[in-house]
């Protein structure tokens, strides 16, 4: 406590280590140091971290979790209920409802990854010409912007479905186009802050190159409310990727996805719920884990 | 609106008359209002065209791909459509006659069944309409009365949680609403239909799922405002006067707590046409979120563009009258 008093509140520095701190006063910063540890410990966080924990082990090493093959038909086992042998039931064609949820998890995961990717290095491009050249430049992002926000998200990665074709890939470039707008916003303003520092003039006057400007110096202290809207995003991008594949968009008919765990057990619900309810509520319990560890960054950061 | 624009009073007009006066700054900022909703239509219709007709693909490859292998179909048949369709100009020239069309409501041909699009979106729209302004206004109510209900209580404990429902209800896929909804009411208790569309019992389970969503956004905002409004200096006062909670809150702050939630009139529009798509696949209603699904599948850019560029126009004429009425719901908005 007593070196959080006595150190002084640390200003915008160049080489980027106050970044995160450039927004906040020093009350704030003080009070943000002495808290973190102790949210960090908040059961809702640990908990959260867990189970995201576990999806990314779905992810890269789905064999250890089930011993059944996804693919593998079983005539003799159809639109069984969860038991302790099949976990989440089997499907109409008696496969094994986890071992495609835990398999799908992979195809899930790196679509939004990329979907995520492809907006936040577009809109950081976007965002970082918008801002700091000003202008005409400025101008015509905003305006392309104002009106991409008028059609919804949905809408806008149908159309991109339209001319793309279907596909993992294909709908997490669609989903990632469609997010590019509010990602931009955020980016833009951040940059409006930062070039007024008067390190940003420094460079300037110093000749230093416009790129260069914009990647070491600016980029760097913009970044931070960035990050924490990309892990809130990513819950977003998790819905709008299963929205698409529950549509019929996504991964082809045999690979595992969640959205399509989803769709393909909509014919049975009257009778086998289990098939879209379950896949359903891992969603949902990515997404509310994905927004409070969002929400935590956000308050450490 | 370039007449609206010219009755105002300008700088340079002289001496007007104090019904003149009185009347400039609102026709002026109607006609800015409307200009830039016109904008925005025609923006997005430009964008509907740079993705859907000009991106890497091939828009003929695509409308024939559904009629047999591309490497089959003869090139007389590419070249007619090419030229059917205008892909043989420039793209500029190739846009400007598409919207051309589009204002004299020619929307083109649907690939797939060949019935113009205008046809085919009009056929479906009356069950979309009804749908959505069911959603949005029981959306509304069911938004503005769990954000009142959050700042009710007197246990902190028990706010804490009614404020944490709406992010948490935001968090639900859309698709997964519906089906929960046809699980417990169509196949659990067998109260309502769970797929088709006519009659008002049809309405309620496909009302509700898409009204769901869009009451978290609205119950976050109203809930926050109305916690401002409560934390304010007049309802110390209030307060100190006597009165109670309940009655500062329902009396006083609720007028004001409003305000921020019909600016998301605007956006509950689009987020109601986005959810549409996926709410009438899951309740296989019809409507024209259905159709948009269908279009999407069979690639039929025609559709597809007919639909966005109706939910822009939708979007652009939903935010043009808030802005209007806004300034008679808050008289501290002046026109500008």
Known sequence: ?301 | MSAASATGVGPTSVAPSAARRRGGPLLRYIARRLAYAVLVVVAAYAITFALLWWLPSDPVRIMLGGQGDAGTVDPQVVADLTAKYGFDQPPPIQFLTMLGNALQGDLGVSIDDGRPVAERIAQVLPHTLQLGVVSLVLGFGLGIGIGLLANLPRSRRLRGLLFSLPPLVGSLPSFLIGLLLIQVFAYGLSALPAVGNDGIDHLILPAIALAVPTSAGIAQVTARALDESVKAAYSDYLRAKGISRRRIILRHSLRNAIIPATTLIGLSVGSILAGAVVTETVFTRQGFGRLMQEAVTQQDIPVVQGIVLLCALLYAVVNLLTDLVYPLIDPRVTLR
């Not at chain 1, 998200?153 to 509010?182: C, D, P």
């Open chain 1, 1 to 301: 406590m007593s070196h959080d008093v006595l150190s002084p509140p640390r200003p915008l520095d160049p080489r980027g280590h106050g970044a995160r701190r450039a927004s906040r006063g020093p009350r704030q910063d003080r009070a943000g140091a002495d808290a973190a540890p102790r949210r960090l410990l908040a059961p809702t966080f640990l908990i959260s971290a867990a189970f995201l924990v576990l999806v990314l082990l779905w992810a890269l090493v789905p064999a250890w979790f089930t011993s059944y093959d996804p693919y593998q038909s079983d005539a003799a086992a159809k639109l069984l209920p969860p038991s302790s042998t099949h976990l989440l039931g089997t499907d109409s064609l008696g496969r094994d409802s986890f071992a495609r949820l835990v398999h799908g998890t992979r195809t899930t995961l790196l679509t939004s990854l990329l979907a995520l990717t492809i907006a936040f290095v577009v809109s950081s491009v976007l965002g970082l010409l918008a801002g700091y050249v000003g202008g005409i430049v400025d101008d015509a992002i905003g305006r392309v912007i104002d009106v991409t926000l008028a059609v919804p998200g949905l809408l806008v990665s149908l159309m991109l479905v339209t001319g793309l074709g279907f596909g993992a890939v294909n709908i997490a470039i669609a989903v990632g186009v469609s997010s590019i707008a509010s990602f931009t916003r955020v980016m833009r303003a951040q940059v409006l802050r930062v070039r007024q520092a008067d390190f940003v003039t420094a460079a300037e006057f110093g000749g230093v190159r416009f790129w260069t400007i914009l990647r070491r110096h600016v980029f760097p202290h913009a970044i931070a409310p960035v990050t924490a809207l990309v892990a809130l995003e990513f819950g977003a991008a998790i819905l709008a990727i299963s929205a698409l594949s529950f549509l019929g968009f996504g991964a082809a008919a045999p690979e595992p996805e969640w959205g399509s765990l989803v769709a393909s057990g909509r014919d049975y619900l009257a009778f086998a719920w289990w098939l879209t309810i379950l896949p359903g509520t891992v969603v949902v319990l990515v997404v509310l884990a994905a927004n409070a560890v969002a929400r935590q960054i956000e308050k450490v950061g």
